[in-house]
């Protein structure tokens, strides 16, 4: 885990304290506590225009450690990243008829620019397929132009009529990659693995169990073929989409003529695909991980690994305790993202409620008695139990620990979401529970978009199919069911 | 300098190599030469909306590196990342006089969303100081939530008439930091560190030159008390601003109401500071650096440090040259950035041409005989010079070249301003060597703005103040100068 360092003399002030109430209980309002956990842990604020927010500096700290890793990944796969333009001719999103229809209403449109009114509207970006392919045609002329795998970290916005921080809101952030391929073979492999390396990132960095699968037609994107998505539980029993990765549709290549000479001289068109990943992977972490007591960063993205609080008092000048708890630090610094609070106007309790509302993994206190013995308490955020460790074993103990709550975030979500995981051969044996309590219903499906509408009564849509057959009918009708089907509440 | 590996098996090929027409001539046709050499080494794209670019990998590469090395800067300065919504109310334009008289004619306007007539129209945002300043009234409540220092990496968009890749581009990528302090002493030091980082920067990492002070009245940012510039001589005589760092008016403060308690009890108001550097910057660097062969990337910030090109013949297998070029990647790639150019489809020749074009400091040439006499050929971009260098001197040998391409890129830059500084007591001594063959006009000025106007005549301005007095009067007329400024035609 790399290094960072830093001290906050003062970065949450007593009369700011005050401002913090008792979250709401996460068992019986999880929305209202997710509102509040957002905006208290400082997260985000909400911004001045409709479904907006400002990602501040504690949220922006976390997206970059996730930024860091998936930049990796993404590179690693042999992607480059580059810059489009935020504005589209609007001429551009009527060239693909799905795209348009599944994009108009959420479009924000730039009609007046320099002082005068535009001779062609300017869209906004919603999602870049069309700049890119638009680009791509003029880039890609002959089949050693090929693949081509581009990656673009933008904020794109569409407008939302409800919308929720992170989880939806009219600006968003994120990763767009945009690739094309000769052959379709190549597209298809492209796309699973995309997918793989984002089930990587949430599951082994997040600790978020996903389900995987591909959607039904109706939820797809829209001008795609086919759509992969990865799909956490809530603690409400309400699934998340986190991701997804396209096989776009070959209407894409023709319509933006993107034509290339072939290996045997022949004119051809590419396989396209795109795959994205947005801020709302933070709504995900929250959601998943969060407790009465606020946040619960899993440490591998967590932007403050330990929290150094100095226990000052009057047994102890407090430049030789603030010395003390800067030493530890250095210690721990080269490895482990630390903070020292060493603020003299709050109490330490208010800070250990902060620090908890924040999520820091773990928490080390240093006074006057550890600084005689030479040693530390160290306090795990998800447990909350606490220990004496000696300087000399604070390293190992610290590494531990860490790995520790790792894979107890992880399990304990995947635990959550296995008692949560039912599987129940007929809509009207789960209508009930699916409505009141939420959860994963595994179940048979016969695909018609028919029975999939029936789910609208509940609040519920198929989130994905899955590649297991233990039902043979459809939940809706007696038709056969050709593979299993994930139908859940969603955000 | 840290490490990268990349092959590229055919990221150009041979059908493409044939669209690269020789440069124009560097001193003859210096724009269309810049022009050129953008599009061909493909840094950049014409995006098919107005003064819009696509940024192309190789660009975004070097923007990238550029991005690290601030972005270090302003963490290790105390600064915290965060972001701010994109679309701002046209109504917070209107709260602070000189900015929107200064911007109004530059925005792009939001006028439809969701399908529907906005009730007030937004602003896609050229700048953020209004919308940040919004929020800081939300945070800023007691002096102890100062200074309060943020910085935000973002795209922005102003409507240009006449564009240039990465000089001037309707939108444009940058950071800016925005600051709010307790005192004008505090908030000027700030102005004065940021100014003294984006000077560290531009010349020990983009070996570029510079001269920084403050800009005239009629130069200085829409809304600012004082702007600090920096500025470069580009190769064709013109100066070119590279970033500023503005001591914000008071009126900021006062228009969004950001009042806080002060030590004493009482209301106040804070210091308000915004600092900011563009790909603008990625601009100059082409036009210090560039030659009749194309760019010339500056090591610390080259996205591929040296291109290794086994050179295949009848001799030797190909897997066995191609083998012992990875060998060489694997002994550089944990210090440096190397690429592998190992196409077979096109001729050494051609590579050279390509990458002396994409500026690669150092090429590497491992064929049979090299590989017989374990060593390989090195050569050096910037002076075109041959050497045989042994496998075991090899990280030596391109440690030191790297660093020797680093300073000589920088003193021939400062050689050539030294060259192009001239300093004249009056305007009519230089009016026409300043407009016909341009360059830096060090001279006296009485700070009328009536005087001032005078350059405009040989498409020249003020580009910013001295701290120097050689020059006891103005330009233009008898009046006093209280120190000198400098006077050139710019970008």
Known sequence: MSAEKKI??????????????????INSSFSEWYHEVVFQAELADQAPVRGCIVIRPYGYALWEEIKKILDKKIKDTGHQNAQFPLLIPESFFKKEAEHIEGFAPELAIVTH?????????????????TIIHYMFAQW???????????NQWANVVRWEMRSRPFLRTTEFWWQEGHTAHETEKEALLEVQTMLLEYIDLVENYLAIPVVAGKKSESEKFAGADITMTFEGLMQDGKALQMGTSHMISQQFAHAFGIKYQDRNGGEAYPYLTSWGATTRLIGALIMTHGDQKGLIMPPRVAPIQIIIIPIFNKNMPSDQIEKAALAIQGTLGNEFRVTIDADTHTTPGSKFYKWELKGVPLRIEIGPRDIIQQSVVITNRL??????VTWQDLLEVIEKELQSIQTMLFERARARRARQWHKVAKLIDFADDLKNKGGFYQTGWCRSPICEAALKEYQATTRCLIEEKQFLHCFNCDLESPSDVMVAKSY
């Not at 620019?113 to 397929?129: C, D, F, H, I, N």
């Not at 890609?140 to 581009?150: A, C, E, N, T, V």
């Open 113 to 129: 620019a320099g002082g005068k009114k535009l001779e062609e509207p300017l869209v906004v970006r919603p999602t870049s397929e």
């Open 383 to 388: 447990t909350g139990e606490k220990q004496t």
């Open 8 to 25: 906050n003399t003062h970065e949450r002030s007593q009369h700011e304290q005050k401002k913090h109430a008792a979250l709401p209980d």
């Open 140 to 150: 890609i002329r002959s089949w050693r132009d090929l693949p081509l795998k581009i």
